[in-house]
Each structure stands twice: as structure tokens, then as C-alpha cells.
């Protein structure tokens, strides 16, 4: 059973960071049919199903059903937003059925031409304070350190406005209060089969995650965003098949044995974090 399933229910975004990985696959979201599919297949495989790879899932229209659709097959849901469209979201947000996690990325404001902070972190404070109070973890997040982060002390003192100032520090960063929490981290790098090699040996990829991009690709993770790792199609194989394919066992024994048998993954700065 793996822990996390990250379904890319769309690959289209309505905002351009610098630090995404971007892609060349054809923009397109999952119709409600193919989400039945892939909800279906991994029904008992997957714990959580985090609506994410690349792309924002409140961008697509038929997010509610898929919420309910994910609840009814015994998964808890996860949403990552760039939180920009969080006000229209709200109703949908707060009536689904099993949210368990929203994390909103406030480090995608500082490199877009985002417009009002205040009005973006007046809806981002008043639609999670909601969602905390109904039992929804969300967590405000600043990925940006060492990257563009000239404006999180002017995020922060927002914050503090809207929600108070008692924080606790934690590992991550700070709770905020019951259910709403800031993570501070370092600016995020995608592997890329550009990037120079690091000392990479294991990784959960296949272990306790699984992704399937929004044209039905099942990739070991959430940071294939090109699915160069292309381990099957959900639309057109059983999970089964596609996890004892030549590929995808290859890709088990290699972090097992500590010896990484895709070339993506020998680049993957995230994955460098369990080499000994
Ligand atoms: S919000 Fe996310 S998917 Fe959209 S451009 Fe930024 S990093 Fe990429
Ligand atoms: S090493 Fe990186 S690219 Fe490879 S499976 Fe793990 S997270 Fe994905």
C-alpha cells in the first residue's frame, strides 16, 4: 500500500514561477471518467491522493466531484495551491468530504506579477482559518529561502496581523494556531536529465509514493514532471502490471541495493537527502 498517490489532475497553470519545472507535455486536465479510473485502480493501493504534480488542481472544474469521488474510494485528500484562487474555492474546499491537507505555496506570489498581497494573503488567512477550524490541516508555506524571498518578512507581518502573533516554532517552521501551520525551507530544485550528477542512493519513489501525470503516465513520484520515468498508463494497464513491469522493478531493486537505476534519479537533489 503505498502512502501517497500524486494524481496530476491538470498540468495547466494560471500563474509562471521561475523555480517550476515547467513542461512539454500537452497542456490537459483529467476528465471525470479518467479520475473514476485512476480512483478506482488505486482504491485500497493509496492512503492520501495529493492532487498535484505540476499544474493548480483549483483551476480545474470538476474539483469537487473529484474530491468526493477520491473520499468514496476510502482516500484522504491533499491539495498544494499557489493559493491564488482560494476565495472561489472556498465552498468547494470546505464541503469536501475527506480534506485533510491544504498547503498553499505563498512563495509563488513574490515571483509572479501577483498584484494585491494583502487582498491574495487576506483570502489565503480567512479560507484556511475555515478550513483549520473544520479539521483541515493547512500549511502556509515559504520555499523560497535562498531564492526570491525579499518579501517574506512583509508576508509575515501580514500574517501575524491576521492570525495573531503566539506562534510556536517547530521543526517545520511555526504553528499558527489549531490546524495552521508556516514552513519555512529551502527554495525547491526539480531533478532535471539536464542537471549535473549527485550522490544519490535511495529514495521512497515506488516505496511509499506513486504519480500518475494527467494523460494517465505512472511516474515513481511527484517530481517527474516530464514523466521521463514513464513506468505504464492507468487509462490502459491494471496497477499491477505496471508495478511488475521490467522498469519499475529495476527501479525498486536499484534504491534498494543503493544504486539508483534511472538516470533522473541519479539527479534527483531531493533524493540526496537518504545517501549516506
Ligand atoms: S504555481 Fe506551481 S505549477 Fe504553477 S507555475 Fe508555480 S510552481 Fe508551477
Ligand atoms: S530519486 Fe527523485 S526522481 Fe527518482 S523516484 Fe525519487 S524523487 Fe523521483
Known sequence: ????????ITNICNL??????????????LTAAEFDCIMRKLKGHAEYVYFH???????????????????????????????????ESESVLLNAPRLHRLSVSLHSFEVNDGGDMKKYLDDVCSVCTKLAANG???????????????????????????????????????????????????????????????NVQ?????????????????????????GSIALGNIFRQSLDEILNSERAKALYRGFSNR???????LRCGYAERFSI
Open 259 to 265: 544504486a539508483p537505476a534511472e538516470e533522473l534519479c
Open 1 to 8: 500500500m503505498f502512502k501517497k498517490a500524486y494524481v496530476e
Open 202 to 226: 535511495f529514495c521512497q519513489g515506488l516505496r511509499d509514493q506513486i504519480g500518475i501525470l494527467c494523460d494517465g503516465t505512472v511516474v515513481p513520484c511527484c517530481l517527474d514532471a516530464e
Open 136 to 198: 483541515t490541516i493547512c500549511a502556509l508555506r515559504l520555499w523560497n529561502g535562498g531564492g526570491a524571498d525579499r518579501l517574506n518578512g512583509d508576508i509575515i507581518a501580514v500574517l501575524h496581523e491576521k492570525l495573531g502573533c503566539e506562534w510556536q516554532s517547530n521543526r517545520d517552521g511555526f504553528k499558527l494556531g489549531n490546524n495552521l501551520y508556516l514552513e519555512n525551507a529551502a527554495k525547491f530544485e526539480w531533478p532535471d536529465m539536464g542537471a549535473p550528477k549527485r
Open 16 to 29: 509562471s514561477c521561475d523555480f517550476c519545472h515547467g513542461t512539454r507535455r500537452t497542456p490537459r486536465r
Open 53 to 87: 504534480i505540476l499544474g493548480e488542481p483549483l483551476t480545474h472544474p470538476e474539483l469537487s466531484r473529484f474530491l468526493s469521488c477520491a473520499a468514496g474510494n476510502g482516500m484522504k485528500c491533499c491539495i498544494t495551491t499557489n493559493g491564488t484562487l482560494l476565495a
